[in-house]
């Protein structure tokens, strides 16, 4: 059985614990990263591999990134703010109501 995801494909969102944010392009119904990834996160705030996790378009004040996100480490983001990551054009369109729209040959 697949569990629901709390967030979805190109909605904006911010990090809990750090200060970035990001458009979500893809969506692993649990960790499927590498356990060398997993194991340089700090043991205190490591995140447990049986939830959604989100790969983003992410940005922070110094820099656009690709970034890999456990769903406890995510919240909404309701700036309403654009986000400046130069790959979101090639997969979204923004909507007038600040949502990123998957580009039509990109939906499946």
Do not use: C
Request: glycine fraction near 4%; avoid cysteine.
């Amino acid at each position: 059985m697949t569990k629901a995801t709390k967030f979805t494909i190109g909605q904006v969102v911010r990090h809990r614990l750090f200060p970035f944010r990001g458009v979500i392009f893809d969506i692993d119904p649990e960790f499927s990263n590498s356990e060398e990834w997993y194991q340089s996160i700090p043991e205190h705030a490591r995140p447990r591999k049986d939830q959604p996790f989100y790969h983003l378009f992410a940005e922070n004040a110094e820099s656009e990134y690709i970034a890999y996100v456990s769903e406890q480490n995510l919240l909404e983001d309701r700036t309403g703010e654009p986000v400046r990551h130069p790959q979101l054009g090639e997969m979204f369109d923004r909507t007038e109501d600040g949502r990123y729209q998957p580009k039509a040959r990109m939906r499946h």
